[in-house]
């Protein structure tokens, strides 16, 4: 199920994609736009398309807020996709800092460790790699994170030496 949600916003955003490449593409003047108001502004500063028939034209950030295109989930509303890339980044980074603060909750009371980062795997599920100067076992931690978020997850051991991994878990400066 997951799996079919990404794969229909992958279509959706293709298809957005050239949607707005299109329209832009009509446009008679490379550095100008004509807004969904009438009004025409430069091109760096439309941020969206709106192809509805009744004011279809360019969307600039005060004319999407104006119209709460997102919001309502409007179907004429077309991302520009470099912002369509900055938002699936951003949910990318969510992502990650939800994970890791999960996995951070379920090892905190563990001394002598720093988890480092969290990598999404693309058979699904997640790995966590970390840094220790104490052996543990994380069999259990892994259980309960997946319950928490109900994906698959592992842990990776950074292979640093001792002194390496002294000063990232007790964020020393590394003496030159």
């Known amino acids: 199920m997951h799996k079919r949600k990404m794969e229909v916003r992958d279509m959706f955003y293709q298809q957005t994609q050239n949607d707005y490449t299109s329209y832009e593409r009509k446009e008679t003047s490379a550095q100008t736009r004509r807004c969904i108001d009438g009004t025409i502004t430069g091109c760096n500063k439309c941020i969206a398309y709106c192809k509805y028939e009744g004011h279809p034209g360019f969307l600039t ?3 999407k807020k104006k119209h709460d295109c997102e919001e309502k989930n409007c179907m004429y509303y077309l991302p520009k996709p470099q ?3 900055r938002l699936q980044k951003k949910n990318k ?3 990650n800092n939800r994970i890791m603060s999960v996995a951070k909750a379920a090892t905190a009371n563990f001394e002598g460790l720093r988890l480092m980062r969290a990598s999404k795997v693309i058979n699904g599920g997640w790995i966590i ?3 220790t100067i104490a052996g543990y076992a994380f069999d259990l931690v892994a259980l309960e994170i997946e319950e928490s978020i109900g994906e698959k997850v592992e842990f990776s051991k950074l ?9 990232l878990i007790f964020e020393m400066k590394v003496s030159a």
């Open 159 to 167: 292979d640093y030496s001792f002194e390496i991994s002294a000063n």
């Open 129 to 131: 790699y970390y840094v």
């Open 93 to 95: 980074d969510n992502e």
């Open 83 to 85: 912002n369509m890339n």
């Open 61 to 63: 950030e005060d004319l």
